[in-house]
């Protein structure tokens, strides 16, 4: 078994290097960012009225509202990773990790905006009638020939997948850890009445899903981000300092202070960047799966509404937690990666004497819910592009299922397998919206011209067309219309 856990470990650290995963994440971000023109400054603030305060548009296809789609997306990436993530993160990488998280959100940001795009764009519909999008879908449609079918068939098969890891295993781990060390509640307790709630949830699929995201996704972020505003607040002192530390630890790394072993520029940046996008998911194409079944009148308007979430998940709530490790002092106290995943804790405790690990638990317990019910419908969405609605029901079952396997069953081997399979998940993805960056600017700046403050909306969609090589030359060609699928 250590040999194995050692094996997993080493593929691990090669997805997320600088010779695979990190070079491609960030240069795909850079080419949508150049190319979209900074469309994640110039247009933030309108993105966020119209999925905040607008949040629907009237009259259109889908299944659920701008904003649904938004709570349902925020439900999947607001999870553990903001608390836990950010914590086993600056424990092995130093303060300066917390810098890569951000860059991993900054470019994110570009990369999330295109693969909403491409998912409302190239959606279809299943045999019930529900939407059916992601990358599953416009990977085989947007790019002809073999290479699209093949990327998007990896991309389903690593997407059903990964649900059951980052979206079950990781969540429920530390959902029931949490739970029994601060309440003393049984783990197999906890994963009886998640699995419950999560099946009841299920039942009634996407739209469901969307009311009871909408309900208390903003609850839960707002009593998280009040909580470490308190932490702030009594450690004010210590935040000037704190972004000190983060900009200068993330170019020179971090010599060793008191529990803490010490680390270089490489694993902070490697750090940072697996674990900001195991918390933003921004070029995983996980989030692209729920934007394609919003209701929604032209592909930009929900790709910049999706575009608003990796801004919430990571500049604004990562930076909360990484702030409250830092500034409190909690991250030197990490002498081992087991102890790193506590330092939220040992954060909060110093500000809430004798309670700060409850309202931890507590919080993990609606983030980590929340994201369980957003990623058993991604990865449901993904197993029916394999094997047809006929599967959709079992996988529901199955997943739910897990959720006790996962309480009684403890291990640290899901944390890198789910890493690993967050990798490869986004590589056929990441490949694909490179191929695509130039129908996404050449659309995205056409109707920007037409409705630049997103007010107006009617800017008619333009014809799907998919990138092809013919006789070694690109061309764009028409493709086939939104079908349904038997």
């Not at 259109?60 to 904003?67: E, L, N, Q, V």
């Not at 995201?213 to 009040?226: D, E, G, R």
Request: neutral net charge; aromatic residues 10%.
């Amino acid at each position: 078994m250590e040999q194995f856990e050692t094996i997993i470990g080493d593929i691990d650290s090669f997805v997320w290097s600088i010779y695979l995963l990190i070079p491609l994440l960030a240069g795909t971000g850079i080419v949508l960012t150049i190319r979209l023109r900074g469309i994640q400054f110039t247009k933030l603030w309108p993105a966020l009225k119209l999925g905040l305060f607008k949040r629907k548009d009237p009259g259109s296809d889908g299944d659920i509202s701008h904003y649904q789609a938004l709570t349902t997306a925020l439900a999947a990436t607001v999870g553990v990773g903001n608390i836990v993530g950010v914590a086993t993160a600056i424990g092995a990488g130093g303060p300066g990790a917390l810098f890569w998280m951000w860059i991993t959100g900054i470019l994110g940001m570009a990369s999330k905006y295109s693969e909403a795009f491409l998912g409302v764009k190239y959606r279809e519909k299943d045999a019930k009638g529900e939407v059916m999008g992601g990358p599953q879908v416009y990977l085989k449609k947007a790019i002809k020939g073999p290479v699209g079918k093949i990327l998007g068939v990896l991309f389903a098969i690593f997407g059903a997948l990964a649900a059951f890891g980052i979206g079950n295993g990781t969540q429920v781990d530390s959902m029931t850890s949490n739970l029994d060390s601060a309440f003393g509640i049984h783990p197999t307790i906890t994963g009886c009445v998640i699995m419950i709630l999560v099946g009841l949830t299920l039942i009634g699929g996407i739209k469901s899903i969307g009311k009871v995201t909408a309900a208390f996704v903003p609850f839960m972020i707002i009593v998280y981000l009040i909580a470490g505003l308190i932490v702030l607040v009594i450690y004010a002192g210590n935040i000037i300092p704190a972004f000190g530390m983060v900009f200068h630890d993330a170019f020179t790394g971090t010599a060793a202070a008191g529990g803490f072993l010490g680390s270089t520029i490489a694993l902070a940046l490697q750090k940072g960047m697996a674990r900001g996008i195991f918390s933003n998911e921004s070029g995983m194409g996980s989030a692209a799966i729920v934007a394609a079944a919003a209701q929604t009148t032209h592909p930009v308007r929900q790709g910049l509404v999706s575009m608003t979430q990796t801004f919430i998940d990571t500049i604004i709530v990562v930076t909360f937690t990484g702030l409250v490790i830092i500034s409190s002092g909690a991250w030197q106290s990490a002498s081992a990666s087991e102890e790193a995943g506590k330092l939220t804790s040992v954060a909060f405790d110093s500000a809430f004497a004798g309670v700060g690990p409850k309202i931890v638990a507590l919080c993990i317990v609606f983030f980590a819910l929340s994201t369980v019910i957003g990623w058993a419908y991604y990865g449901e969405r993904c197993a029916v592009s394999l094997l047809g609605i006929k599967v959709q029901l079992p996988y529901r079952i199955v997943f739910t299922a897990m959720i006790v396997v996962w309480a009684i069953w403890k291990s640290d081997l899901i944390w890198n397998i789910a890493d690993i399979l967050n990798g490869l998940m986004a590589l056929p993805n990441l490949i694909g919206l490179l191929i695509l960056s130039g129908l996404i600017a050449r659309e995205t700046r056409a109707y920007l011209q037409k409705d630049p403050d997103l007010s107006e909306g009617g800017v008619e969609l333009e014809p799907l067309k998919a990138f092809s090589l013919q006789g070694g030359k690109v061309a764009w060609v028409e493709t086939e219309e939104r079908v349904t699928k038997l």
